[in-house]
DNA sequence: GACAATTATATTGCACACAATTTAATTGCG
DNA sequence: CGCAATTAAATTGTGTGCAATATAATTGTC
């Protein structure tokens, strides 16, 4: 019955969009993953390395705002950091609930090795003129926010 | 030094592309999340189940090609995926490697519940119009078609 | 036709990701 | 003030992902 499956049609656009995200995320994954094992990182990990380099001492719940990620993420990654001598992790002296990080000395001066190594490699493997990525990027986001609010209201 | 700043933002790009594709992927996961608990799937194991819904009887391998996994994601996949009745896994006859991934009864009724829960849902929840999400769509799939033979190269 | 190289799964180990729960600290309300 | 409600992290359990390795079957080659 081809008429059904036209009708079909559309409404199955939402499933291959979100298969083209999910697929390009491994993509991604597998063209940094060679890049982050020479500054010793994971990519969730570089993204928290990332935030820290922009703004030093967060605490945890504010990194996972920035990332959208949770403390049941969060904690075992950044005990990882933490052993790799990169952050350090100390209870706010004011709310004795937040957990303070930030950089050491080592996770600072990776900021400078990382910015060699990472983003040239990334910009050449997406094959993209930066009108198209920006184009793209402002699109995604755009995506994001509607899922994001869609979830919320649930 | 801003001028230095301003010669890194267009090497920043990717960076910021990248993040919008894996954040926009746990954005999509958490619309799905409630939809696929439904069916009693993972969103990987709806992938699976779509690829075998389209094409019956397919091995590990096939499978893994379409969805850009391998062994070590699908074999305890496909493993939940039978025990929870879904799909039989036989060793093929003409060559005994090969795993043979078929649907059972059940899983290939659990299609039409699938698709009244999920497409419409995943549609309204992305806010955009079928022509924007066919063309995000097909920016993806260049752009992950990009990495990949950027990562193969590596 | 034996044997090395290749191929298809399976297994192991590590690192996310998130729901659900727990613990401890702070806030808010009467 | 005092206690309930809220908040921030940590913990537990399940399910991906993938690298590296193991195992078994098939193919290619001499």
Redesign the interface.
């Known amino acids: 019955m081809p008429k059904k499956a036209a009708a079909?049609a559309?409404?199955?656009?939402?499933?291959?969009?979100?298969?083209?995200?999910?697929?390009?995320?491994?993509?991604?994954n597998?063209?940094?993953k060679?890049l982050l094992d020479r500054l010793g990182l994971t990519?969730p990990q570089y993204?928290v390395m990332?935030v820290l380099w922009e703004r030093d001492s967060l605490s945890v719940k504010e990194i996972g705002e920035r990332?959208?990620l949770d403390s049941g993420t969060l904690t075992p990654l950044l005990k990882r950091l933490e052993s790799a001598h990169l952050v350090k992790r100390t209870r706010s002296a004011e709310d004795e609930r937040q957990v303070l990080v930030g950089l050491t000395t080592q996770g600072a001066g990776l900021r400078e090795k990382a910015?060699t190594i990472?983003?040239?490699a990334?910009?050449?493997?997406?094959?993209?003129s930066?009108a198209?990525?920006?184009a793209?990027?402002k699109?995604?986001?755009a995506?994001?926010e509607?899922?994001?609010s869609?979830?919320g209201e649930?």
């Open positions: 079909d559309p409404l199955l656009l939402g499933n291959q969009l979100c298969f083209a995200v999910y697929s390009t995320a491994h993509a991604f597998r063209v940094y060679p990519y993204l990332l990332l959208f910015r990472v983003p040239p990334i910009l050449a493997a997406t094959g993209c930066v198209e990525l920006t793209l990027q699109n995604l986001v995506l994001r509607s899922l994001n869609a979830a649930g």
